[in-house]
């Protein structure tokens, strides 16, 4: 019988051949275990590496709309523009600063560009923030047309109201139905980190009945409105930031050509444009 011819080293051709495969497929293996298993530090380092090999460290900074803590409303411009950094002049001191919190690899480095949205803005952002709130909560889905946000000239009214058949006070009484308690409360986070000055009103509808003639509208609004505040104050809001609470029982209808709807039976949250006698942030 006719021999094979053998390679180099004695080995059979097909055994060079097989063995070629054997590493070819092993390297094939180790690539698929390489790429299952991400590690996402090791690639952010390598597109790092990557955008200085070309030449440029490009830092994009992306403006956000609403914080986490519920208000857009921020004292500093937490993400302003796109900018060009020098990674050889960039110090990171290891000191914390509230002030430049949470700015990356400028942090306690450069001085951070005060906030320049103006208060009508604000507000507009803070009642985004209030309704933003409202339809996270499901449970307030059938009271949805009882919860009405609107900006007007002196700042912001909130307004818990009567509608629909569907009440947010049980009748004569001065404590708010859970639903309608679970949404004055979602507001109050909100209203603390804007730090603007708060009027709480209540009103009654006019006709409504009262058997105790010591306990009118007048008392029954007034308590209404004051439940309100401290249930915002429970869940977060400042006493300072309270400017006023009041009941105008009927005298001061939602629905001027029909004062007897039960819809001009309400509690009105003012938030106001003008400042706080005392800075917010200073505590006593």
Known sequence: ???????????????????????????FFVLLISFSIQDTKKLQVVAGSMREAFGSSDNRRLSGVIEQSGN???????DASEDLIDMEKVSISSTKSDKNRMQ????????????????????????????QA?????????????LI???????????????RGSRMFPEGGKYPVEKARAAIAAIAPILSQLGSQVSISGHTAAGSLYLNDRYGPWELSSDRANTVR?????FGLPARQIQGVIGRADSEPF??????????????????????????????
Not at 5 to 26: C, H, N, Q, Y
Not at 230 to 234: K, L, N, R, S, V
Not at 256 to 271: H, Q
Request: aromatic letters at 6%; glycine letters at 6%; proline letters at 7%.
């Open 230 to 234: 401290a249930i915002m104050g429970e």
């Open 72 to 78: 857009p409303a921020r004292e500093y411009v937490k």
């Open 134 to 146: 409202w339809q996270s909560m499901p449970e307030l889905t059938t009271i949805a047309d009882n």
């Open 255 to 284: 629905f001027t050509n029909d004062p007897y709807l039960a819809a001009n039976e309400r509690v009105k949250i003012s938030v106001l444009h003008n400042e706080p006698p005392v800075p917010a942030e200073l505590s006593p």
């Open 1 to 27: 019988m006719a021999m094979r011819k053998k390679a180099g080293g004695g080995a059979p051709e097909w055994m060079v051949t097989f063995g070629d495969l054997m590493s070819i497929l092993v390297c």
């Open 149 to 163: 946000v609107e900006e007007t000239p002196e700042g912001l009214d909130i307004v818990i109201a009567d509608q």
């Open 104 to 131: 990356g690899v400028e942090a306690n480095t450069f001085e951070v560009e005060k906030n320049n949205i103006d208060t009508k803005q604000r507000f507009s952002l803070a009642a985004a923030s209030i309704r």
